[in-house]
């Protein structure tokens, strides 16, 4: 089996204007088994165009419907924009339909928004991490209805900062608590690619993270180019696949129905 990209946005996402057929076409050239989409779900989303949500219903029949015209399998993933005063609603979603995975990820907080900027506006580098991680441990510690954390340090992405990175050691407190917390209840996380085609050029979390979720005990992790275009699938993914086993996991983790599949890299 050839690993699949685990990130994956459509043309139902915002942010994309990805054709569902053209991602098909790119991934039977590849040889891949399936595909797997991930479009946005952003409840308490601040930008407009974030604002209105996926016909479901309809989504599920349009994916039935390729997978039997392009005969390769589709699996049904979503990356949820957790927002704590949004997740009744986000769990009533999740439950309603039969999801194959789920990314939890942290795009706003206390009502703002980290890509459009007001989340760092009176705030320092040093508050405006921490605040993030904060939320993110919030997540972790009271909502179970996910799979794996999306792009674990997304803030460095978007932050407004002559430096946009950070050394672990000063968040490493925080941090560990996400991942034991992650470990604990039996979740994962995933190594984002998208960082390396920004001017970091970084994957997301950075390395030093991947190994302390290694060192903790952590086994559950995906592998994800986080494409919102068609030439952005599988960016990144073969060379950071062969990253992980140099910094000693051994597996790799899929979805289908939520249940988590692990793969030998050898």
Same mark, same amino acid.
């Given at each position: 089996?050839?690993?699949?990209?685990?990130?994956?946005?459509?043309?139902?996402?915002?942010?994309?204007?990805?054709?569902?057929?053209?991602?098909?076409?790119?991934?039977?050239?590849?040889?891949?088994?399936?595909?797997?989409?991930?479009?946005?779900?952003?409840?308490?989303?601040?930008?407009?165009?974030?604002?209105?949500?996926?016909?479901?219903?309809?989504?599920?029949?349009?994916?039935?419907?390729?997978?039997?015209?392009?005969?390769?399998?589709?699996?049904?993933?979503?990356?949820?924009?957790?927002?704590?005063?949004?997740?009744?609603?986000?769990?009533?979603?999740?439950?309603?339909?039969?999801?194959?995975?789920?990314?939890?990820?942290?795009?706003?907080?206390?009502?703002?928004?980290?890509?459009?900027?007001?989340?760092?506006?009176?705030?320092?580098?040093?508050?405006?991490?921490?605040?993030?991680?904060?939320?993110?441990?919030?997540?972790?510690?009271?909502?179970?209805?996910?799979?794996?954390?999306?792009?674990?340090?997304?803030? =460095?992405?978007?932050?407004?900062?002559? !430096? #946009?990175? %950070?050394?672990?050691?000063?968040?490493? *407190? $925080?941090?560990? /608590?996400?991942?034991?917390?992650?470990?604990?209840?039996?979740?994962?996380?995933?190594?984002?690619?998208?960082?390396?085609?920004?001017?970091?050029?970084?994957?997301?979390?950075?390395?030093?993270?991947?190994?302390?979720?290694?060192?903790?005990?952590?086994?559950?992790?995906? =592998?994800?180019?986080?494409?919102?275009? !068609? #030439?952005? %699938?599988?960016?990144?993914?073969?060379? *950071? $696949?062969?990253? /992980?086993?140099?910094?000693?996991?051994?597996?790799?983790?899929?979805?289908?129905?939520?249940?988590?599949?692990?793969?030998?890299?050898?």
């Amino acid at each position: 089996m050839l690993y699949t990209d685990q990130h994956v946005h459509t043309s139902y996402s915002p942010d994309s204007e990805a054709k569902i057929a053209d991602y098909l076409i790119e991934a039977k050239k590849r040889g891949l088994d399936y595909v797997i989409f991930t479009d946005h779900a952003d409840m308490g989303a601040i930008e407009e165009a974030f604002k209105k949500q996926i016909d479901y219903q309809e989504y599920f029949k349009v994916m039935k419907r390729f997978e039997e015209q392009y005969e390769i399998e589709i699996r049904v993933g979503i990356e949820i924009g957790y927002e704590i005063n949004y997740k009744n609603q986000i769990n009533e979603l999740l439950n309603e339909y039969p999801f194959d995975f789920v990314i939890g990820s942290i795009h706003y907080g206390d009502g703002k928004d980290l890509y459009l900027g007001d989340f760092y506006q009176g705030k320092s580098q040093y508050d405006s991490y921490m605040r993030y991680f904060e939320l993110m441990l919030e997540m972790v510690e009271n909502f179970t209805n996910f799979d794996v954390i999306g792009h674990l340090d997304y803030i =460095v992405r978007y932050a407004p900062f002559v !430096v #946009k990175d %950070y050394e672990y050691k000063v968040y490493k *407190e $925080i941090i560990d /608590l996400i991942l034991k917390t992650v470990i604990k209840k039996g979740k994962g996380i995933e190594l984002n690619t998208s960082g390396l085609r920004g001017p970091l050029k970084t994957i997301l979390p950075k390395e030093e993270v991947l190994i302390q979720y290694k060192e903790l005990g952590g086994k559950i992790i995906t =592998v994800g180019s986080d494409a919102h275009s !068609v #030439k952005e %699938y599988y960016a990144g993914m073969s060379d *950071e $696949i062969n990253h /992980l086993e140099r910094v000693g996991f051994s597996e790799l983790s899929s979805f289908s129905k939520r249940k988590v599949k692990q793969h030998k890299m050898r």
